[in-house]
């Protein structure tokens, strides 16, 4: 039996606007940065848990305030007691009768629930030698439904229907495993869309990204209309028919304003229509949804927890999901999220890029393939190529495939120099 | 022309949880709390400008923390231009291209922006030598509709729909003006309903109340089926049959659950259900409301934004709406949300209580009658009896009935010897 004996926070900021890597139409100047946590044990093996939430740069002290906040639960704790019934200790975090107040379930404080399970997952993993997907994957199916919260959900998800759904995934849990391991899981690439970007940057790395083997890449749009075709036109062209393109309006419009755009695009094939408008409007997502039909709604990065996707499921506002690894609070609401997805029949394809996320939902996404909805189909995760130096096990991501992790732990382990480098005040 | 000079901060803590005052359902140990903000100018005149966000306890400091995040924007910043134009001052606040992230526009990060946006009508108000209410229902219709923030909200209010709504409702100002400084605005007492109090302490409070002219009192129910329906037995009994109860779940319930429990209580002929399941669910008041009928649905004191009450007029999911003063992004977004009410026609209740709410809400309950909605039907402030002796200007309930204040500022504004006494740290 051991103990948990620190709750370390660590404020990364990567000073990325000075690239205009990351800019779009809400978004013009990030700071990819990291409100990181790392859970110490007295255990001899002398694992650690790592966890973070992702934000973009100011504001970033705050949220690592709120990850302190929640030393109290950990510092002193089991670590046997913890691990061994993640779904109890999340419900002991997110519903605490104090700290439940400053959300509820949403924000700063949600996110930081997020960073502390999500490190739990990460050292319960490194624990049991396995990555994070493959340890999700090997539970029993009332394993599973155990680590989910049904609060507010029953109305479209019993713990019998999650049952029912993992249960029906168990026979061919085996075949798919071996297939991830063999073929990975496919991605997209964000890396050309970025608005920043010149035409000669845009077209050149269009044409690497096809190179590269992705088979869809993704386009910011929003800022300018004339300028959001002009660029279209270049990407199509360079990138030909058969390669998807998707865009992303990072919330840009109102409702109206999103059906008129997205019919001035409507002529270059667009696979989705990412944030189209605030995340929060479920009935404006429906809205634009059954308006620009055929082509796909797509949201969930800044989607606060699984009550409004459950909303977006109920009243088809999106067909495709983008479950975040670190906007929700952690592993267990994005399973959650996998099986709401599940029972309505929709595709995930989570967000990444930013810091670290590509890194931690690919197991997500590999878990949902394997135990969950067991398909592929008209399913991507996102990849940009940003900071993934900075991790112990970096993604792998060859001829548009992410390769499926075999390191233990949960992929959000960061290196030491890096967290020592980019901590706030040491950088110019 | 001045100068804002300093954001100063306090983390000050009521240890209400010693006396059960404010348990309910979901809350049931809160130690009522403020993130307190105090702006500082360099004006002969020595004004300051005092806002916070109401928290029960624990996070409180991460909430400071947040507030402290904004200090950038106001110190340095001259006075009158911020006041002068405060709705592009909280576009600017709000839509802060990194902080948003940590949102977006809810949670901590949102409630600091509204403590920061109250603070700066309150030193308005003072240099205005008005009290808020009076001070906003003085401003040109043109000028109101300048306060809000409409992106998000045009496929349910726009700035002409603002506009003709201030406009009819122009002609009576100087009338209900008068009749609020006369007769004062109705309130309703949640006193006696908490939780925690025994049986002859709830009949003791429940005859108080009457006594003390209130129209309409509410319960706390939720925790227990069986025990809701003895309580409201004693409190319709103690009060007879002219005086409305209502009855607030705390979010405690499923939607089927919701309304099989609302079955159980309706035989007590219930004024409203308030907060019957997640805050987030507008699908779920939706169906509630539905089922529930002619019991009318109240929610809002942890509605995130006006976004989300847009979605719930639009989806009839509530038939009370019920604004709370620290939960959004402060004034501005509270005339949004009396103006979607008034759009709608759905009257306006505010959640008080807590520390300082009453004294803040009656100021947008009395500007909506005066300048919005131009009606008192249906409504009625709620009122707590709690630590009203920290303020400046506490309120002052009469029979059962809001005094219109007439001193200048917006009521936040604690002595500063309470802030000494019950700074964090400072009590036992």
Chains 1, 2 share one sequence.
Not at 205 to 215: D, K, M, N, P
Not at 309 to 319: R, Y
Not at 348 to 370: R, T
Not at 398 to 419: H, I, K, N
């Amino acid at each position: 039996m051991s103990t948990f004996v620190a709750l370390d926070t660590v404020d990364v900021r990567f000073p990325t606007s000075r690239t205009l890597d990351g800019s779009d139409a809400m978004n013009p100047d990030p700071d990819y940065s990291a409100a990181y946590v790392r859970l110490r044990t007295d255990a001899a093996d002398g694992l650690e848990g790592h966890g973070f939430v992702f934000t973009i740069g100011r504001g970033n002290d705050v949220q690592v305030k709120a990850i302190e906040a929640l030393a109290p639960y950990v510092v002193g704790a089991g670590v046997e007691d913890v691990l061994d019934d993640l779904g109890e200790f999340w419900r002991r975090l997110v519903h605490d009768s104090q700290l439940r107040w400053l959300g509820p379930e949403k924000g700063v404080m949600h996110m930081a629930v997020g960073a502390v399970v999500n490190a739990l997952w990460d050292l319960r993993a490194k624990r049991a030698g396995r990555p994070l997907w493959q340890l999700l994957a090997s539970l029993e199916p009332r394993a599973i439904v155990d680590l989910v919260d049904f609060r507010y959900l029953s109305d479209a998800l019993t713990p019998a229907d999650a049952l029912e759904i993992l249960e029906k995934a168990e026979p061919g849990r085996a075949q798919r495993e071996a297939e991830l391991l063999r073929s990975g899981y496919p991605g997209y690439t964000t890396t050309p869309g970025w608005l920043g970007y010149d035409d000669a940057k845009l077209e050149r790395l269009c044409r690497e990204a096809v190179e590269a083997g992705f088979r869809q890449i993704k386009l910011k749009v929003g800022a300018d209309r004339d300028e959001d075709v002009r660029r279209l036109t270049i990407a199509r062209r360079v990138v030909g028919d058969d390669i998807a393109i998707a865009v992303d309006a990072n919330q840009r419009w109102e409702v109206d304003e999103a059906v008129t755009w997205m019919e001035a695009l409507r002529p270059f094939d667009v696979a989705w229509i990412e944030e189209p408008t605030s995340p929060d409007d479920v009935l404006g997502h429906a809205a634009i949804a059954r308006r620009v039909k055929p082509i796909r709604v797509a949201t969930g990065e800044h989607v606060a927890n699984r009550v409004v996707f459950k909303q977006f499921l109920q009243a088809d506002a999106l067909q495709v999901m983008q479950i975040d690894a670190a906007r929700v609070a952690g592993v267990n609401e994005n399973v959650a999220n996998l099986l709401l997805a599940a029972k309505f029949g929709v595709p995930v394809c989570p967000h990444a890029g930013g810091v670290g996320l590509c890194e931690v939902v690919q197991h997500l996404s590999m878990f949902d393939f394997v135990a969950v909805s067991g398909s592929l189909d008209s399913r991507v995760i996102e990849y940009v190529d940003h900071l993934h130096e900075h991790f112990v096990t970096p993604v792998d991501v060859r001829d548009g495939v992410y390769r499926a992790p075999t390191a233990p732990g949960a992929g959000s382990e960061m290196l030491a120099e890096s967290l020592e480098t980019y901590r706030q005040g040491r950088h110019g």
